[in-house]
C-alpha cells in the first residue's frame, strides 16, 4: 500500500479553492510524475460557508480518492477552520489565512495574512489563493516550487501570468519569513 | 416603506435558514418581493395561496414562503398545479418556473396550459439561462451570447416568451422585469385577480452565470441595461422598428375574456348528472 | 418609476426618512447604493452598503422594493409623539 | 356501455370497466391520463363517469402530465388515478418518484401489452413486472398488485385506494390486456359495503403540525392544500419540516421511514391466493391473467393424478417472500408460467435458495398461456 | 480546460472529462443531451471538443429529446452519446426501450446521484442499478458498465462504444458523483493504439438485403440511412424484413435473438477485475466508487491479518454470475457494500443460493462508503 | 394520368402487404399519394428521403415507402429526425405525425424543432382526433365536438397548429387539404425544396371516428366539408370576419429567410478548430 | 372443474360480432345467472380479415377465459370459416353465413344466408349478427330466447327495437327452417 | 382544383380516358363516384364503383389524385398504334 499525502484547502465558495487544488494536483501529478486524486464539495454548500478541495497525492495508485486524515488543511475562513481542523492528522499541518481567521483552535498553526498579501502586495485580493498555495508548498515541500509555478501558469487565463507569478512570490516569501520567525523563539 | 419589508416578514416562513440560496444581487429575491406584495394586496389569505414551482435557482422560491408550498419535479410545474386547481378550484394556485423549466423541458405543459385555460397564474423567471445547473443555454438565450454549453457563441434564436403564450391562447399575458418593480407588481396582481390562465414573464438577471460569461457586469449593470431596454407597450406602438432594435417591451400583452376550464366543466357535470338519471329512468 | 407615484409625493411638507440595513441578511450586492436616486447609500470598502447621507433620502422606496434580500427598510422618521398619543 | 358507477347491480363489465367501478367506489374522483390501447377505457369509462359524481377527467398532453395532474389533486385531497399502457408507464417513470418520495397517495394502472417499445400493443404481456419495481431511478419502496378477473379488477382497485391513503404511496396495479378486456359478470357490492380507507389528517394545531415526523406505522398524517396545515412538498430529500436537507442525520431516517413503512406492514401489504397449495407436491406460482390458465391446469393435472397446486399472487411487490418461503420447502417442484422472459421467477429464485426445484414457463409471443401448455409442462417435472 | 481531446498526453481530468475524450477516441461525433448534475461537465466538453473534430453537439429541449437524437444521429452512421442523471435517466427509458427493439448502438451515461425523485442532486448514490436493467417496459437484455477511476471513464466509453457497435445495442454506462467529479491524472493513448469496433455494415447487393436476418452472433448487419440500403426501422415488434407484424412465428424468434444476441456473447461482455481474490477467505463485490474504498479496504485488511479479496464489477448486467459463482464456492462471506438499499446484493443473494454468507452494507446518506467502515464490517465477519 | 399511379407504384414497398390498414376512404392514403408525387418533384432519390414518423394512424405511413424510413416513439418523431439530420445534413428528412403526435404528446418537440430552424419538413396530418387508440380528443377536437373522452362535448379550444409553427419561429408554413390534392402536392413540394423548417398542416377526415361520432358523414361529407369551409389564405384577406366564420384558411402562411441550423453549427466548427490550432500553438 | 360451454363468433371488423358476443355474454350471465367470461380479438386483425368475439358459458366461476375447443363456431365470412374450423370440438356445431361463406370445410354445417335475410326480410343488412345470432340460439340452446330477447332490447340503440326484434324473430324462424329441413333428410 | 390546370385543357381536341379500378386494392370508399365531375362513376348496389361511361370522362384526375388506395387510374386512350411506330 503506497503512502498517501493528503491536502485539504478549504473556505468559501468563491475563493478560488477548487483552481488551487486542480493546480496542486498537477503540480504533483503532471509535473512530478505522482499519482493524484482531487476532488471538491459541490452543490449549495460551494456558493456560501464552508467549502473544499481536496489532493491526494501518492507514489502508487490511489483507491479511496477523499482525504481520509489530511496532512494539511488549509483554512482561508473561519467557518471552514472550525468545522474541518478536527479531521487533520495528529501532527498535520493547519495554515490559516490570518487576515479572515481569528479564532485559532489550536496554537500549532501557521497563520498567514494571506488575503491581505494578495490585496496589499499582489495587489489583487483574488489572489489569495495562490498565494496561499504558495506558502502551503514552500512550507510542506509537497511539490517543489519549479512545478508549481509551471502549473501555475499552465492554468490561469492568459494576461494573468505576471500576475499570479507575483501571488507565487508573495506566498513564498510569506512562507520562508513565518519559517524564520517560527524557527526564532524555538531556539 | 418599511411596512413594505414588514408585510413580506408576513410572508416569509421564517423556520427557514434566511438569508436564502439565491447570489447576492440575484433577481429572484426582487420577484419573490413582488410576488408577496402582490399577493397581499389580492386580499386571498396564505391558506388560499398555492405556490407550485419548478426545478431551478427559481424553483427554490417556494421553500421560504409560509404558503401550501409545492416544489415539484423539473417543467412539470403546471402539470401538478391543473390537478391541484381541478381538485380545488377555490384554490388560488400561482405557479413560479425558471424560463428552461417552462419552456424547455417544460414547454409543452406551458402551450397547453395556455389553450385550456384554467385559472392558473404562471410566473415565468426568465433569466436567459439555466442558472441552477451552471450557465448552459436555454430557449432563451440570444443568439450570439455565450454558455456553458454555446462555448462559441449560441447558434439558436430565443422563444418570446409571452408572444407564444398569446398564440397557444393564454387569457392574460404580461412582461415586466426586476428593474421595474412597481409594475411587476401591478402585473403579478393582475395575473392572480384575472380569472382564466394569466402569464407573467419577468426578464431578471443572472449576472453569476450569464451575466459574467457574457461580460456584462453584475447586477447593476444588468439591471441598468433592463432600465434602458425595456419600452412600455405603448410607447412602442409609437416607435420605429428601427428605434426598437435592441429593446423588448414591457406591459400587459393580451387581456381576453374566456370561459375558463372549471366552469366549463361545470356544465359537464350537469349533462353527466341528467345522463346518469336518464338512464335510471329507463332502465 | 416615472408614472408611479412615490410616496414621498403624497404629502407637501417634505419628511425625513430612515434607512435601516439588516446586516445578517444584506449580502452586499450593492443595488440600493447604486440606484438610489439621491445617493443616500454608498458602499464602503469591504463592499458592505453604508448609509451616506439619511437626510436626502426622500422614502421613494426603490431600495426597499428591490433588494433582492428583505434586508433594507425605509422608514419616516418618527416625530417624538407623546407616550399618550402613541397608543 | 354499462353504467358500472350504481353499485348492487350485476353487470357484465370488461376489467377495465371494473377498476373504474372500483376507483369510483372507494372515493377516486379524479382521472387525469393519456390515451393508450389496452388503457384507454379506464379513460373513456372515467371522462363518462367521473363528472356525474361530481369528479373531474381530464385528458392530459401526456402522460406525464397524467401523473402531475394526479399528484397535483391528490395534495388538493381528491383521490386520483391514472393509467397507461407500457409506453406511458415509462413516461411516468420520474414523476412516479417523486410520489413516492414526497408520499402522495395515488393509484397508477398499467395495463400491460407486448413490449418493449410500441412492441405489440395489442396483445397481453406481462413484461412490466420489474419495471414497476425498479422504473424510477433511486431507492424506493412500493406496492405493486396485480389483478386477474374483473372481480378483482373492482376489489383490488378499491384496495390499492386503500393502501395508497394508509400508506401515503403510490400504489401500481398491473393488469394485462386479456383481463382488461374480458367481460365477466359482476355484482358491485351496495356502496356500504365496500371499506373504504382515508388518509389520517393532522388533528393537531396547525403550529404544531410536523409534516413528515416519524409515527409507530412509519406514515405521518397528511395535510392538504387549503385545510389550514401549509406545509412544504418536494422531491428534494428533505427533513421532518419539507425543507431540503443535506444532513445525513436527517437523510437516513426519512429514506429509511420510506422504505419501512412499506415493509414492515408486509402482513397486510402481500397478499396471495391459495388453491390445492396445502397438500400439492407441484406448485405453480402465477398471477395476472395466467393465473386463470394455471387455475385450470391444476384441476386438469389433479384429474390425471398429479397433485398440482396453485398460488397466485396478488400483491407483487413486496415480494411475498413470507408467504412463499413455507411451501417452497414442501413441493417437489415449482412451476412459474409468465408472458415475459422470467421476471417473477427471478424473484422465486432469489428466495429460493435451494429449497427446491424451479422450473419457468416463458410465452412472448402476445398470447395466453394455455392450461393445456401447462399440464404438459407439468407432466414432465 | 485541459484538451482531452488530444491524445498521448497526460492530463488531469475529470472523470466526466475522462469520459468526453473516450467517447471520442471511439469515434462519437454526436452528442445530444440536457444538462443535469452531476452529468453536466460531460455536455458541456462535448459542446467544447465536438465540434472541432467534426462533430456536433446539441442540447435538446429534455433528456427524451436527447435520447431521440442520439438514436437518429446513430442511424445516420453517426456514433452518438447522450449522458444524464437519475431524473434524466427514468424520462429516457421509453426510448431506450426504442433504441433496444431497434438495435440502434448508442452509449447512454448515466452519473448516479442520491434519489429518488430530484433526491440529493449533489451528492453520490448508486441508486440506480436495478433500473439500468428494468427501467424500461418489456422483456429486453442490456448491457450495463460501472467506472470507477478516471482511467476507466475512458477506457470504458471506447468499450462501451465498441460493445454497442459490435452488438447493435445501447449500452449504458454507470457512473457516479465520486468517479465524475474526482481529477486524477490520465495519459490519453494515441489514437493508433485504440481499439475501434465498427457497426456491421452490409455488403451484399441492396436487393438482398434483409435488415434484421439472424446471423450466428445474432446480430445482423446495419445499413445506415443513406447509404443505399433502404429499410424500416420502428419499435413495433417486426419480422426480418422490419415491418410490424403479429405472427408468432416472427415475434418469437425476433425476442429471442434480441435476448441471446447478448446473453450468449456473455465471455466477451461480462468484465469484472480481481484484487487478491484469489486466497481470499472473505470477498468483498463492489463497483464504482465504492470499489476504491474497498481496495484500501483489502489492503487494510490484510495487512490486519484478515484474508480478505476484492471483485470489482465492471460489467453490471448482464450480471457477470459465470464469474462470481465459483468464487462464492470458496469464501467464507462475501460482503457486498453499497450506496444503496442493496441492489447488486440482491443478484449476489440471487446466484447464491446457499453457497456462502453474502452480507450488505448499505449507505444513502449522499457519502462514499469509507474504508474504515468496510475494515470494521469486515472484522466482524 | 395513370402516369400519377404509375409514379406511385415507383414508390410503394411492394414487398408490404397492400391494399394498407387505413379505413376505406382514409385521408391519409390522399396524403400519402400527394407526398410521394410532390418528392418525385423534387428530384430526390430515393436513398436521400429519410421518411419519419410518430404513432397514430398517420405514423403507419412510413411503412409503405421505399425510402429510409423511421417508425418512432409516440411524439417523439421529431427528435430523431433532428438527430438523423444533423448527423448527415444531406439527407432529405420529411417528418410525418399526426395532430396528437406533433401537438399533444409532441408540442414540446414541435415548438423547439421550430425555433431551431433544421432544414426538416414537417408534415402533421390533422384529423381532430386520436384514430389510432379510437377517437379520444386530441389538441385539435373543436370546442363543443363529443369524443371518446368527451362524451359530453368538447369543453377546450384547439391549438391552431399552423399559427403556433409560426409564433415558434418556423421559416416556412403552410396549410393544405386532402380535398384540395394538388394544392397539397405543391405544399409539401415547396416545403421539401425550403431550406429550413418546414410546416405542412393537412387538414383531413377520420370519417370512422371523429366523422361517427359528430356525425359528419362518410369521407364523401367530410370533403365536401373541406372544399366549402377552406379559404384561399389571399382571399381571406378580402373577407370579412362574419364571413370567415366557420371557415379555415389555406395556402402559405409564411415563408422566410433564416439561417439554417446546419449552417450556422459550421460556424461553431470553424470556431473551435480555430479554438484547438491556438491551444496546439500555445502549448 | 365445472362444465364449459364455448361459443366463438367469427366475421370480419364490421359486422357487429363484438356486440353479438356482449349480447349473448349479457343473456346468459344477467338473465340466466350463469357465469360468462366473453372476449375479443383487438387490433388492426379486428379492422378487417378474421376477427373473432368469443363467450364462454359454465355453471361455476371460470378460470381460462378463453374457448379452449368451441362447442360452437359462427363464422359470418369466408375467411374466418378457414382459419377458425380448426379449432371447432369434435362433434362441435357449425354455423355459416351462406351469403358469404361458399366453400364449406365439412359437410355438418348449418348453412343459413344471415346476411341476405337482414337484407331481405329485416330490411337492414347491418341486423345481420343479431339474426345470426337469434339462429345459433335457436338451434344450440345455449340460453333461452327470453333471455336473448332482454338482452338484445337492453344493448342495442334506443329507438332500434323494433328492427332487432325483427331481426331475432327472422333469425329464430330461419333457424326453425332450418332444423326441418335438416330433419327431413335424416328421417 | 380550379385554379389547377387540369391535363384535360392542355390539348383542344377533346381527348377519350379509360379508367381502370383496381379491385384487389379498391376499398369502396365512394369518393371517386361521389367527386367525378362528370358522373363517370358510380357505386353499384354492393357498393363497388363501377364506370357509368367512361366517354364522358376529361381525364382531369381527380379520382386517381385522391383516390386513398391507389385503385383507380385514368389514361388516356390509346389510338390504334402501328406497331412498329410504337416500339
Ligand atoms: C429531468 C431533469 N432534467 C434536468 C435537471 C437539471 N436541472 C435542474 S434546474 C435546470 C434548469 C434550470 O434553468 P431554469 O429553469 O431557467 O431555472 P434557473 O435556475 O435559471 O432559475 C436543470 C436543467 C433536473 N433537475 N431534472
Ligand atoms: C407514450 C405513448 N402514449 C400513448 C400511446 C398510444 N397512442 C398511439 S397513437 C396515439 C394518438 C394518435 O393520434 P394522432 O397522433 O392524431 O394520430 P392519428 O391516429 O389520428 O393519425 C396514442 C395516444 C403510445 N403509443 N405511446
Ligand atoms: S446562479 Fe444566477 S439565477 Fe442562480 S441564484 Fe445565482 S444569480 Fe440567481
Ligand atoms: S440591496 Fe439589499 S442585499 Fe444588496 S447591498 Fe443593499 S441592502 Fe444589501
Ligand atoms: S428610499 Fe429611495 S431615496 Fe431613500 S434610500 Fe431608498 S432609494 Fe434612496
Ligand atoms: S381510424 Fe380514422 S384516421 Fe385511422 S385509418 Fe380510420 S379513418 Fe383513418
Ligand atoms: S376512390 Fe379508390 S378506393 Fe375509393 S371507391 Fe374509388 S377506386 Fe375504390
Ligand atoms: S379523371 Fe376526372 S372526369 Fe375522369 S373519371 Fe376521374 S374524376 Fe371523373
Ligand atoms: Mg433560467
Ligand atoms: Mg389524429
Known sequence: MPERFE????????????????????????????????????????????????????????????????DVLLCLNQKACEIYFQDLKPGGTLLVDATLVHDLPTLEVIAIPFTRIAREQVGREATANIVALAALVAITGVVSIDSLEKAVLARVPQGTEALNKKALDAGIAAAQDWLKEKRLPEI | MAEVTKLIHKYLRH???????????????????????????????????VLVSGIGCSGRMSVYVDFNTLHTTHGRALTFATGVK??????????????????????????????????????????STYGMTGGQYSPTTPYGALAATAPYGHIEHPFAIAELAVTAGAAWVGRGTTYHANLLDKLIEAAILKRGFAVVEVITHCHTLFGRKNVLGGPVEMMQWQKE??????????????????????????????????????KIREAAEAAMIGKGETQ | MTEEQSPATETAEPKKYDIDIYRAWCKECGLCA??????????????????????????????ELHCPDFAISVHEREKTIPKEEAD | MPDSGKNGRTLLLQGNEAMVAGALAAGCRFFAGYPITPATEISEAMSYQLPAVGGTFIQMEDEIAGLGAVIGASL?????????????????????????????????VNVMRGGPSTGLPTHVAQGDVQQARWGTHGDHAIIVLSVSTTRECFDLTVKAFNLSEKYRTPVIILSDEVVAHTREKITLPPAAEVEVVERRRPAMPPEWYIPYEDTPQGVPPMGIFGDGYRYHVTGLIHDVRGFPTERPDEIVPFLERLYRKINQNFFEIQMVDEYLAEDAEILIIAYGSVARSAKRAVDDARSQGLKAGLIKLITLWPFPRRLLEPHLKLVRA?????????????????????????VTLNRVDGYLITPEELVERLGKL
Open chain 3, 34 to 63: 447604486a440606484f438610489c436616486p439621491k445617493g443616500c447609500i454608498k458602499l464602503n470598502d469591504a463592499g458592505a452598503p453604508v448609509i451616506e447621507d439619511s437626510e436626502r433620502c426622500t422614502g421613494c422606496g426603490w431600495c
Open chain 2, 86 to 127: 381541478l381538485a380545488n378550484p377555490k384554490l388560488q394556485v400561482i405557479v413560479v418556473m425558471g424560463d428552461g423549466d417552462a419552456t424547455a423541458i417544460g414547454g409543452n405543459h406551458f402551450i397547453h396550459a395556455a389553450r385550456r385555460n384554467l385559472n392558473l397564474t404562471a410566473i415565468i423567471i426568465n433569466n
Open chain 1, 7 to 70: 491536502i485539504r484547502l478549504s473556505g468559501s465558495g468563491g475563493q478560488g479553492l477548487i483552481l488551487a487544488g486542480v493546480i496542486l494536483a498537477e503540480a504533483a501529478g503532471i509535473y512530478e510524475g505522482k499519482f493524484v486524486a482531487q476532488t471538491q464539495s459541490y452543490g449549495p454548500e460551494a456558493r456560501g460557508g464552508a467549502s473544499k478541495a481536496e489532493v491526494v497525492i501518492s507514489d502508487g495508485e490511489i483507491d479511496y480518492p477523499l482525504a481520509i486524515k489530511p
Open chain 2, 229 to 266: 431596454a425595456a419600452v412600455r407597450l405603448e410607447k412602442a406602438k409609437t416607435m420605429t422598428p428601427e428605434e426598437l432594435a435592441g429593446k423588448f417591451t414591457i406591459g400587459v400583452l393580451t387581456d381576453r375574456d374566456l370561459p375558463i376550464y372549471t366552469q366549463e366543466y361545470r
Open chain 4, 76 to 108: 388538493a385531497g381528491v383521490k386520483a388515478m391514472t393509467a397507461t399502457s407500457g409506453p406511458g408507464f415509462s413516461l411516468m417513470q420520474e414523476n412516479l418518484g417523486f410520489a413516492c418520495v414526497a408520499e402522495v397517495p395515488c393509484v397508477i
Open chain 4, 334 to 358: 415449482v412451476l412459474v408460467p409468465e408472458l415475459n422472459l422470467g421476471q417473477i421467477s427471478r424473484e422465486v429464485k432469489r428466495i429460493n435458495q435451494g429449497l427446491t426445484r424451479v
Open chain 2, 15 to 49: 423556520e427557514k435558514k434566511f438569508p436564502h440560496v439565491w447570489c447576492p444581487g440575484c433577481g429572484n429575491g426582487i420577484i419573490l418581493g413582488a410576488l408577496i406584495r402582490a399577493i397581499d394586496r389580492t386580499g386571498f389569505t396564505k391558506d388560499e395561496i
